[in-house]
């Protein structure tokens, strides 16, 4: 599968942005959607992942009541509404897809396949 993700920008604190990644291929239902984000001179950050139905759904910490993933498979698109953006969530933000039906517990190098990053500016 491959990946693309858009919608990055620059946004001011308190302000809200959607990013979306369109996957080719005709079985994205069946591949577990994520999203992770890397700031310069950190390392990659796991923000959300969704199953294949999009029945469950998962997010860490430091994103958990703010963003929101979602994804239409008729689309081939898994979504991230980002809320309430702070300026600590300036990253390079990534989506990603394995075929392993499961929503926690990925490391931030474990799914498979990888799109280009969107960059995501929040101005304080």
């Known amino acids: 599968v491959q990946l693309q993700a858009f919608g990055g920008g620059l946004v001011q604190a308190g302000g809200s942005l959607r990013l979306s990644c369109a996957a080719s291929?005709?079985?994205?239902?069946?591949?577990?959607m994520g999203w992770f984000r890397q700031s310069p001179g950190k390392e990659r950050e796991f923000v959300a992942a969704?199953?294949?139905?999009?029945?469950?759904?998962y997010y860490g910490d430091s994103v958990k009541g703010r963003f929101t993933i979602s994804r239409d498979n008729a689309k081939n698109t898994v979504y991230l509404q980002m809320n309430s953006l702070k300026p600590e969530d300036t990253a390079v933000y990534y989506c990603?897809?394995?075929?392993?039906?499961?929503?926690?517990?990925?490391?931030?190098?474990?799914?498979?396949?990888w799109g280009k990053g969107t960059q995501v500016t929040v101005s304080s």
């Open positions: 291929g005709r079985t994205f239902s069946r591949y577990t």
């Open positions: 990603a897809a394995d075929r392993t039906n499961r929503v926690t517990g990925w490391g931030t190098d474990d799914m498979n396949y």
């Open positions: 969704i199953s294949w139905s999009g029945g469950s759904t």
